[in-house]
């Protein structure tokens, strides 16, 4: 197989999945969950021993999100953050949560700000676009500048993908997203130079082959271990979807989407866009 013989069609499809997304950020943007929004926050003692799923399953009686954050405080100690709720949703939802699990204090109940707020969402973008800059001169530095070119151009690809499938489903984001964004991005990254490694080392020796055969083959090289290192956090991310709470769902899932992207960038977007690069300088 040549994975540069096909590269025009792998980065038609790229852009066939790109798009929807992109158009979906700037007409729908993300659905920004509490920590990016602010909502209320109900903080509760319990005198019985209580768990986290019977919490849930009450807050489910009042169409309260599954995915709400839970957070044990303490001894029989939670803090509940939901969307914000008026005096009378609020109280009520009090009055459930005592009917159902038993004799409760009410340490808290207040209505509260982002805790990732605007200021610090374009820290973290800043970051990001500082992290890119700084790869691009180490890998300039490690390797040659067209393979920075080719391996920022393929994080960019994971990173818009994995917002812009979020953007079209309306998946709600909290705050272990930004988290498995930056996780996605080590995890391509680190894909991305294996291969550009394995290109360099066959670059020197096979000096007389075209530059084609030997993006291929060292793709073929290292195709396998980029394989089994994605199934093997797949299952352990599958595990965690299935059985994990309420709560790990967004990160598992941006994780999950990620980290398959980023081993198909690492193949056939990044090694490819170094390829076309190079054939233009000669």
């Known amino acids: 197989m ?58 489910g009686q009042y169409d309260i999100d599954e995915g709400t954050p ?44 982002a805790v990732i707020g605007k200021e610090l969402t374009n820290k973290a973008i800043m970051a990001i676009g500082i992290a ?9 530095i ?5 393979f920075g070119v080719g391996a920022v151009i393929a994080l960019l690809h994971d990173v818009f993908i994995v917002l812009g499938l979020f953007s079209l489903f309306q998946w709600e984001v909290d705050s272990t997203f930004v988290a498995a964004i930056l996780t996605i991005l080590g995890y391509s990254i680190n894909d991305t130079i294996v291969v550009f490694d394995r290109i360099r080392e066959n670059l020197k020796l096979r000096r007389k082959e075209a530059y084609d055969i030997i993006v291929d083959k060292s793709i073929l090289q290292t195709v396998n271990r980029s394989i089994n290192t994605v ?22 899932l941006a994780i999950l989407i990620g980290v398959g992207i980023g081993c198909y960038s690492s193949i056939f977007v990044a090694s490819p866009i170094w390829y076309d690069l190079k054939i233009r300088e000669n």
Not at 73 to 97: P, V
Not at 132 to 140: A, G, Q
């Open 70 to 113: 839970i957070q044990q405080a303490g001894n029989n100690e939670f803090i509940i953050r939901t969307a914000i709720l008026s005096d009378q949703q609020s109280n009520q939802l009090i009055q459930g949560l005592s009917d159902e699990l038993g004799e409760m204090q009410v340490l808290r109940n207040d209505e509260v700000g």
């Open 2 to 59: 040549s994975f540069i013989k096909i590269r025009k069609y792998v980065y038609i499809l790229s852009l066939l999945i790109l798009l929807p997304g992109v158009v979906s950020l700037f007409y729908q943007g993300l659905n920004l969950g509490i920590d990016f929004t602010g909502g209320s926050l109900i903080h509760l003692k319990f005198e019985d021993q209580v768990k986290t799923e019977q919490i849930r399953s009450v807050l």
């Open 231 to 252: 199934l093997t956090v797949v299952f352990c991310l599958v595990a965690l979807l299935v059985l994990g709470g309420a709560t790990l769902k967004t990160f598992v």
């Open 142 to 146: 490690r390797f040659e500048f067209k």
């Open 132 to 140: 890119c800059v700084l790869m691009l001169i180490y890998i300039t």
